[in-house]
Nanobody, 116 residues
């Protein structure tokens, strides 16, 4: 069993910052890819950012220059630093991991609300 525990969501004013964390535990094989997705009400889940085991990153165009994904391989943890937040960033944020054995797992989600 692999568990993902997310934290760091909350309510923030426009222009503010939040840092999300997602820690994996349990029967973990080598984690190849770690990603953050988000889903706003009435919308499909979308990829926000991803990072490989080698540190290669990719971002959605809507968050480039504002969000930074990073990971601590020793702690099996992925982070998402979100700066200059906008109301349209409001969503439930989910982490996702892919391990070298082909197994993937979703986190439970954490709510991010950007509002004045």
């Amino acid at each position: 069993q692999v568990q993902l525990v997310e934290s760091g969501g909350g309510l923030v004013q426009p222009g503010g910052s939040l840092r999300l964390s997602c820690a994996a535990s349990g029967s973990i094989f080598s984690i190849v890819t770690m990603r953050w997705y988000r889903q706003a009400p009435g919308k499909e889940r979308e990829l926000v950012a991803g990072i490989t085991s080698g540190g290669r990153t990719n971002y959605a165009e809507s968050v480039k220059g504002r969000f930074t994904i990073s990971r601590d391989n020793a702690e099996n943890t992925v982070y998402l630093q979100m700066n200059s937040l906008k109301p349209e960033d409001t969503a439930v944020y989910y982490c996702w991991i892919l391990m070298s054995n082909g197994f993937s797992r979703w986190g439970q989600g954490t709510q991010v609300t950007v509002s004045s």
